[in-house]
């Protein structure tokens, strides 16, 4: 029967090319997508300036979440620095020959002028001149830095600032800055980063008591292995951890882990809606082509063909288009998964340092699954073919609808069920962004539903529309609607792509704007300043705050430093693996720049080692805790802190925050400076006068600008959209996937009709009547549809709405909705008549007297 099969793809090699092209196309997404979920898993960071050393020594950069139940290990946000002592104590290890500090802190480059930092393709770093071997960088001009007051650039900054040995270069660092003169130049494998080296006298005044990582080289004769064990045994007790080999990198980059975890769930996330939307979407096109062959099938059970050798032929063709579609996406899914990961770097959703890894566990699971879609979807395609009489067989092939099985009723109450159960879950259970995981597979499910029970919308469909057809000129709308009634499950199968790519563009995009719309609206409600003053060196120096407050003009200045981190006594009920936000401000200006109402205390008692709480955190620490009360937490570079609360607050829009000083906090993020200064105007000073008065204060510091308020909400609205970008990327995979479904079901149901086509000419139609009769059954496909892909889209995004902003209109401009009904419904007319038409360029002598 296989034989027999292949021998006539000939003639069903549309339906075929539509089954190959559906599995081909599923397989290449689900491989890019799990290539993207093992890299995530795998974390591979190759050690770039630390790969000469072969043990390296960092402070442990995990953390046990204090929580009930399991405990969960995270990875804290900032970098967590090595105690000095430890150097003297790893020195003293048996075995140890050399032991390397190593520090890095950002520095920017000056234009000769002094005046902000020179544009360069990679902001380099300051490190000290004793950890230049362990890349290693090599002098290739001038000498080593003295003991103060040198430096040595990279070849690669060098060339961007013109710099020479024996000149200078205007550096900022840690928000000041200082002329150094160049000692000489150094060049190393060409992926290493840009540095800056500093003569290690300089680096100790520059970052006192930091210590980033410790390289350490045995002595000869012992093992790094060895070593490595030595070196833990004798650091246990503290907060370090001893890297070999491949973790090396992990101790050099420490956003590689929860860089990791974000791309497992946007891979986990996007490729699991891929996958569902690959099985439904090949299961329907393998189905419709096994359905068109009802005829065929009918007469081969007549000449006496089995149920068994029946199933084995429609099988056998399956598993030989899933296996041409897997082979042929085995060499081009990696491909596709690099082009996706490249995309995800580019935005700077994850750091570049991480390596793409895809074995052959993705290919093979992608593979198995597109095995394992057209196994099913073929055995219920020709299940009532085989099981059924011969000779019922043969009369269910010339009739154009069927009663609904009950396998079939039932799978669409499953999915309606789960579709509903999501729903509730999105509007009652889950609030905030988060609501999007369960929002996307609902729409999925809703989509399934409804295509599964189109045959019974389509008759309802077609009665509403009855009068309006009715009432065009000529009989095509009376036609057309006698072929979609007759038509029913044929109509259902060409309407269910584009209900498909209609509800899921409009879900998912708008998913994504209501997001992002929500975003601004809470940033800019959150910003209670009039000016924002920022600096492109890497941060702003506390004294800088002082200065701003003495400009006229100006009502209060606060810094901001973010981070993030725990609380560990009294215990904080539910505490979340994500941390709490933590934010340092200055006391004097936190009560006028932060959007916060003060319920107890006062904000201006943020001095030394104290806190300001929500009132939402306050009553879930311990039994509740008020002013006057010491709560311990567990700050971003893994310092504990005790600190006594001296204010309650609350806010009115977004996350739940702490207020801390911002010279505490500071001090316990990697960069050590507050990010920017938050000034609000003094009454009858307008923001324009304002920023001017600032820009004439600061203008004698290199890199430091000042925005307006509508200039910084512009500025988070796009970095917003840049973060965003991927998730669009995603949606633009999957809609574009459903798309080229939609055009081969469409192509394959019009080169289906070639008979009848053929028949309504011989007795009289011409092909003029015969477009005009199908553009109608066009519009009625089309609009049918996009109406149900409507009802997903409204069944996603009005409880997403809910839980996100209590609104159930969903955000976004209505532009998005209005070209993806007009793109649905433009693509279905122009394939459906472009398809008929060249089913109807035959003579129809010949289509009549070719084989059924």
């Not at 990875?75 to 105690?83: F, I, K, N, Y």
């Not at 700077?348 to 095995?371: K, M, S, T």
């Not at 006391?587 to 205390?601: D, F, I, K, L, Y």
């Not at 419904?825 to 003579?843: E, Y």
């Amino acid at each position: 029967m296989l034989r027999l099969a292949l021998r006539t793809l000939r003639f069903r090699k549309g339906g075929l090319a539509a089954s190959f092209a559906a599995l081909f196309l599923g397989v290449l997404i689900v491989t890019a997508c799990g290539g993207l979920m093992e890299t995530g898993i795998r974390a591979d960071a190759p050690p770039r300036r630390l790969a000469g050393a072969p043990v390296v020594v960092t402070g442990d950069q995990s953390y046990r979440v204090p929580k009930s139940g399991d405990a969960e290990h995270v990875t804290l946000p900032e970098r967590v620095r090595l105690a000095p002592e430890l150097v003297d104590a790893v020195r003293a290890v048996p075995g140890v020959g050399r032991a390397v500090p190593d520090v890095s802190f950002p520095v920017a480059v000056l234009g000769p002028d002094g005046r902000g930092p020179l544009p360069m393709p990679e902001r380099p770093a300051g490190h000290g001149w004793s950890s230049a071997s362990l890349a290693p960088y090599t002098l290739t001009a001038g000498r080593e830095p003295g003991s103060h007051g040198e430096v040595v650039l990279d070849v690669r900054t060098a060339a961007a600032v013109g710099a020479r040995p024996g000149g200078t270069v205007d550096l900022a660092v840690r928000g000041t800055v200082e002329r150094f003169g160049v000692a000489g130049l150094a060049a190393g494998r060409p992926e290493l980063p840009a540095g800056v080296f500093f003569s290690d006298p300089d680096v100790r005044r520059i970052a006192p008591r930091q210590i980033d990582a410790l390289a350490v080289f045995p002595v000869p004769g012992t093992g790094t292995g060895e070593l490595a064990g030595r070196i833990s045994a004798a650091l246990a007790g503290h907060d370090a951890t001893v890297a070999t080999g491949g973790d090396r990198g992990h101790a050099e980059f420490t956003d590689v882990r929860p860089a990791g975890e974000v791309l497992i769930v946007l891979a986990a996330v996007f490729g699991g809606l891929a996958i569902m939307v690959v099985v439904f979407v090949a299961a329907s096109t393998l189905g419709l082509s096994v359905q068109q062959r009802q005829r065929e099938t009918a007469l081969l059970r007549i000449i006496g063909a089995t149920p068994g050798q029946l199933r084995r032929m429609v099988l056998g063709e399956a598993v030989v288009a899933a296996a041409a579609a897997a082979a042929l996406a085995r060499p081009l899914g990696p491909r596709a998964g690099r082009a996706l990961f490249g995309q995800i770097t580019g935005h700077d959703v994850v750091p570049a340092e991480i390596a793409f890894r895809q074995g052959w566990i993705p290919p093979a699971a992608a593979a198995g699954a597109a095995l394992l879609t057209a196994v099913v979807a073929a055995l219920v395609a020709v299940h009532g073919a085989a099981t059924a009489r011969p000779a019922r067989t043969l009369v269910q092939a010339s009739l154009l609808d069927r009663r609904l099985g009950p396998l079939r009723i039932g799978a669409a109450l499953v999915c309606l069920c789960g579709a509903f159960a999501l729903m509730l879950v999105t509007a009652i259970v889950l609030s905030g962004p988060v609501a999007a995981s369960t929002a996307g597979p609902s729409a999925m499910l809703w989509a399934a539903g409804l295509a599964l029970l189109a045959p019974l919308i389509v008759p309802v469909v077609a009665a509403a529309l009855r009068p309006a057809l009715r009432a065009l000129p000529g009989n095509a709308g009376y036609l057309a609607l006698l072929n979609v009634r007759a038509r029913r499950d044929r109509t259902a199968a060409a309407l269910t792509p584009v209900m498909l790519a209609t509800g899921l563009a409009t879900g998912l995009i708008y998913l994504q704007t209501s997001q992002a719309a929500d975003a601004r609206h809470v940033f800019a409600d959150s910003l209670r300043a009039d000016a924002v003053v920022t600096s492109s060196t890497g941060g702003v120096p506390l004294g800088l705050v002082d200065t701003v407050r003495a400009t006229p003009g100006v009502a209060a200045a606060s810094a901001l430093v973010t981070s993030t981190g725990f609380v560990e006594t009294p215990r904080l009920a539910g505490q979340s693996e994500d941390g709490l936000e933590l934010r340092g401000v200055s006391p004097e200006g936190a009560g006028a720049t932060t959007a916060v109402t003060v319920t107890a205390g006062a904000l201006t008692d943020l001095r030394d080692d104290t806190v300001a709480l929500d009132v939402r955190h306050a009553r879930r620490i311990g039994g509740g805790v008020g002013v006057g009360d010491t709560v311990t937490f567990r700050l971003g570079d893994g310092a504990k802190a005790g600190l006594r609360v001296v204010a309650l607050f609350t806010t009115r829009t977004g996350p739940a925050t702490v207020l801390m000083p911002a010279p505490l906090l500071a001090r316990h993020t990697t960069a050590g400076m507050p990010a920017e200064i938050l000034v609000r105007a003094a009454p009858g000073a307008g923001r324009g006068r304002l920023a001017a008065a600032l820009s004439a204060r600061v203008s004698d510091r290199p890199g430091v600008r000042v925005a307006g308020r509508d200039e910084a909400v512009a500025a988070q609205a796009e970095q917003e959209r840049t973060g965003a970008s991927v998730n669009y990327l995603f949606v633009a995979v999957i809609i574009g996937y459903t798309v080229i479904t939609l055009v081969n079901t469409l192509i394959i149901a019009a080169a289906e009709r070639r008979r009848e086509f053929a028949l309504q000419r011989i007795v009289g139609a011409d092909r003029d009547r015969l477009l005009r009769m199908i553009t109608v059954e066009g519009l009625i496909v089309a609009f049918s549809g996009v109406l149900l892909g409507c009802a997903v889209a409204a069944l996603t995004l009005v409880p997403f709405g809910i839980a996100l902003n209590g609104s159930p209109v969903p955000g976004g401009p209505p532009w998005i909705f209005l070209t993806v009904v007009g793109s649905a419904s433009a693509l279905t007319l122009v394939v459906t008549l472009l398809s008929s038409r060249a089913a109807m360029r035959p003579h129809p002598a010949e289509v009549m007297a070719s084989p059924a």
